[in-house]
Nanobody, 116 residues
Framework: VQLQASGGGLVQAGGSLRLSCAASGSDFSGYIWGWHRQAPGRPREFVAAITSGGSTNYADSGKGRFTISRDNAKNVMYLQMNSLKVEDTGVYYC???????????WGQGTLVTVSS
């Protein structure tokens, strides 16, 4: 089982990035997928999640700017991030979990750096 996050990079404030998370080794179409991030010197925090049925949940910091989506046929999840702010800087980690109380399976992170 492997989760591969990609799409991070350096962008100016106000810009956009789209992160991807590709899963391999199993079928995760029935799982919850999500993103957390970790800024330097800060604990990891929730960003967004999407259920197998397409219901979404966002941290307040990303509401109206971030959009999470998934393609079950391809076992891929996306995070479209618009109007990026300097405080969005951090390493973004994707995960899958069987249900809300299950442990997450984490992918490696992808670094997002937003410059002023």
């Amino acid at each position: 089982v492997q989760l591969q996050a990609s799409g991070g990079g350096l962008v100016q404030a106000g810009g956009s990035l789209r992160l991807s998370c590709a899963a391999s080794g199993s079928d995760f179409s029935g799982y919850i997928w999500g993103w957390h991030r970790q800024a330097p010197g800060r604990p990891r925090e929730f960003v967004a999640a999407i259920t197998s049925g397409g219901s979404t949940n966002y941290a307040d910091s990303g509401k109206g700017r971030f959009t999470i989506s998934r393609d079950n046929a391809k076992n891929v999840m996306y995070l479209q991030m618009n109007s990026l702010k300097v405080e969005d800087t951090g390493v973004y980690y994707c995960y899958v979990r069987r249900h809300s109380f299950a442990s997450q399976i984490w992918g490696q992170g992808t670094l997002v750096t937003v410059s002023s």
